[in-house]
């Protein structure tokens, strides 16, 4: 391998008017650009006190980003020095217009003089110092250069002023021919609208190694952090290439090309870079200079490793699960069982797409505790609670258990998993039915300030638990009939998580579930028909289920039962009890639909069993209400209307508007069945409490734009007030009923036969 780091770091180079200086081990070589900075020291250090303090504070906070950062055009650099201090920006362009415009004498005589910033007793510089470890690397690439490079490089000099100076040219011409007015709206519209394009952001030509490393960490940060401000994958992938081009063993390089790839779902790619790292690790002795002799070994278990993490996350779980035993033998020989306790994790991790299993979850979570593991073991008791509470644990011990997990988070400044079990007690809290507690929760993780430190406009909160939470809450203001708040949580989410980042899923298959229900509620069945298959291509399971519904909405009765039959004996094989229940109460009611009522009895009951056994309040109290329309088809109206005391509070408290508006209609129905047998003026205090009932419903079916349950609660309406002698009542309700009933027919299904 002599041969190759020879050619790669001996032999001084000349691309695209870049002279790299990269001889005898320095990393680093001069450029135009490089040499702009150097005159912007220079000028810097002869304004000295002339400086205001606040200027003097600007330009310091300016050089940092400047020195570390890939090579920019003269305008935008110019442009960077001006909004510090223009009088130094204009000192710099005059100072470099000799220098291009001089002879070669000029850029010797610079590089000269710029030793004598090291020299006296109080130096300008300090030679330990970030500017002055830039002044040295600058000045001995210099002179390691032979003088055809020297020559070179005072061509790509002129060549780079003299690009400027055209675009500047450019820009007067215009000024000339457009009005002043017209000129500044226009300015001002590009500096505040128009980001900085991609060949502006990216890295143009070879970059030196202090460059790159800054490129590549602050790419992977905003790929972690705030991907929309990350280059796309294409242009990263560019770049990339770009630095691998003039450094082939560049690991870093190899595994931001590896997350750049997961980004668009490449299995070849990704796979193809992880591997590429890994090797380059061992092969630059990376990892044996900081871990002795272990770092060989140490590279070959976590490559296997992570290469389990990478089919796992494509669902190639037989790969895995061999990659995953590699790791363990090599961990296991090295006595490594930090490496072990990972291995363990993702065990778990591959066992649970076959089986349930606990036991290796607590083991995990007790070894990670032992071993100093704080981030291991929190992972741990978060998977341990999600389990838990598809098993119907109760959900204050899930709760006591993300508590613990909390302190671990809060005493090791865990940012990450704390936005983890935040966003885990909203989902909790929405499987078991209490809307406010989940809203509430969601709410705190919106408000929260990140414990981490990052860059000046990052922000923190484009992570999975942020989509995660900003679904549920546009969701929740979409049960609740606030459908334009919903849109702009949407259309947030779509500027946050664009369609190619790697959480846009989730966002997605929410938008098509809630214009799905707007549809489904407005009567418009081949619209919500249309959004079946987008809904089934983000989840099956959720898109059979909607395909079903809109069946059985159409009146395709047998359709939907087959339909139906196929997804429970599914989500029976795979435990997904909530989907179970949903699916038995939509079979229930095509029993009632059917006419079939005694059949629909023995259904609802397994429902209910299932709910109250998993602890699905909600769940629990929507089947409630579907038996105690049972009772009412049953003619036992009485017995229904007890039911519904017990039940109707948690719909009312944490239920969706559509659902409250079902709850009071079904109260009114069995109100009005019951008065049958009362007396006279009983009766009719009866039908009058019924009258406001169906008001109320109404109001909640407005809200959701529902018009066939409006339709239907008109028309119990009108005869309420027949029955009362409201005549004029009775025909302001039949004429509404009669305009629903043209816009939405009946397809011959009897308007009241079922309670949603």
């Not at 223009?86 to 415009?101: D, F, N, W």
């Not at 401000?229 to 003039?246: D, G, R, V, Y």
């Not at 609670?385 to 006591?400: I, Y």
């Not at 909160?461 to 606030?482: D, K, M």
Request: aromatic share 8%; glycine share 4%.
């Amino acid at each position: 391998m002599a041969s190759v780091h020879e050619s790669l770091y001996f032999n001084p180079m000349m691309t695209n008017g870049v002279v790299h200086a990269n001889v005898f081990g320095i990393k680093d070589w001069v450029t135009p650009y490089k040499m702009a900075l150097l005159v912007l020291l220079s000028e810097l250090g002869r304004a000295g006190a002339q400086l205001g303090l606040l200027e003097r504070r600007r330009l310091n906070r300016l050089l940092l980003p400047l020195l570390q950062g890939p090579d920019m055009p003269l305008s935008r650099l110019r442009k960077a020095i001006e909004e510090s201090c223009p009088h130094l920006a204009s000192s710099v362009h005059i100072r470099l217009k000799l220098m291009a415009e001089g002879e070669l004498k000029d850029m010797e005589q610079f590089f000269d003089d710029l030793s004598d910033s090291f020299t006296g007793t109080e130096p300008e510089v300090h030679k330990t110092s970030v500017v002055g470890l830039f002044l040295r690397h600058m000045i001995l690439a210099y002179n390691k250069l032979s003088f055809s490079q020297v020559y070179k490089l005072y061509t790509a000099l002129q060549q780079y002023f003299q690009n400027d100076e055209k675009k500047n040219g450019i820009d007067e011409s215009d000024m000339e021919l457009t009005n002043t007015e017209e000129l500044e709206g226009k300015m001002e519209k590009e500096e505040l609208d128009v980001p900085l394009r991609e060949e502006e952001i990216s890295c143009s030509g070879p970059l030196s190694q202090k460059q790159a490393e800054y490129f590549l960490s602050q790419q992977a940060s905003l790929l972690k952090n705030d991907e929309t401000k990350a280059l796309t994958p294409a242009s990263l992938q560019k770049e990339l290439n770009n630095l691998l081009k003039f450094n082939p063993d560049f690991a870093e390089a190899h595994y931001l090309s590896y997350l750049n790839s997961l980004r668009v779902q490449d299995v070849f790619s990704s796979t193809h870079s992880l591997l590429h790292y890994f090797d380059r690790l061992i092969l630059t002795g990376a990892e044996s200079k900081s871990n002795g002799d272990e770092g060989y070994g140490r590279s070959l278990r976590y490559a296997a490793l992570n290469l389990a993490a990478l089919h796992c996350r494509f669902g190639h779980y037989q790969q895995a699960e061999l990659a995953l035993q590699e790791a363990i033998r090599i961990a296991q020989e090295s006595n490594d069982h930090v490496c072990l306790q990972h291995c363990l994790s993702w065990l778990y991790i591959l066992e649970q797409k076959i089986f349930d299993s606990c036991v290796l979850l607590e083991h995990s979570v007790n070894k990670s505790l032992h071993f100093g593991l704080p981030y291991l073991a929190s992972l741990g008791i978060q998977s341990l609670v999600q389990q838990r509470a598809f098993a119907g644990k109760a959900a204050n011990k899930l709760m006591d258990a993300l508590k613990d997990s909390d302190l671990l988070h809060w005493k090791h400044s865990l940012s990450e998993l704390i936005d983890i079990s935040i966003a885990q007690k909203t989902a909790i809290w929405r499987l078991y039915g209490r809307s406010t507690m989940a809203l509430q929760q969601a709410q705190t993780l919106l408000s929260m300030n990140s414990l981490e430190a990052v860059n000046v406009g990052v922000q923190q909160n484009n992570t999975e638990s942020f989509a995660v939470v900003l679904c549920h809450l546009a969701e929740l203001h979409a049960e609740q009939g606030y459908f334009a708040a919903a849109s702009e949580i949407l259309k947030h989410l779509k500027e946050r998580f664009p369609p190619n980042s790697q959480h846009a899923q989730l966002w997605m298959l929410f938008d098509q579930k809630i214009q799905f229900e707007r549809a489904m509620n407005d009567g418009r069945y081949h619209i919500a028909d249309s959004l079946v298959a987008g809904i089934t291509a983000l989840n099956s399971i959720e898109g059979i289920y909607r395909k079903a519904i809109v069946l059985k909405a159409q009146n395709q009765m047998s359709e939907a039962h087959k339909l139906l039959q196929k997804l429970l004996i599914h989500c029976q094989k795979i435990k997904n009890t909530e989907m179970v229940i949903s699916v038995l109460l939509s079979i229930a009611e095509l029993y009632w639909r059917s006419s079939c009522h005694t059949i629909a009895l023995p259904v609802l009951l397994q429902a209910l069993a299932l709910s109250r056994e998993y602890s699905l309040q909600y769940l629990a109290s929507e089947t409630v209400l579907n038996l105690a329309f049972s009772q009412l088809i049953l003619g036992i109206p009485e017995q229904a209307l007890n039911i519904l005391q017990t039940a109707i509070e948690p719909v009312l408290a944490h239920g969706a508007v559509l659902d409250k508006g079902c709850a009071m209609f079904l109260v009114a129905k069995c109100q009005v069945a019951s008065a049958a047998s009362y007396a006279p003026q009983k009766k009719i205090e009866a039908l009058e409490s019924a009258i406001l009932n169906l008001n109320e419903a109404k109001t909640y079916f407005d809200k959701v734009d529902c018009k066939e349950q409006l339709r239907d609660v008109l028309y119990f309406q009108a005869r309420l007030f027949h029955t009362l002698g409201k005549t004029q009542e009775r025909n302001k309700c039949a004429m509404l009923f009669r305009q629903l009933h043209q816009e939405l027919p009946a397809h011959g299904v009897p308007l009241i036969n079922a309670f949603k």
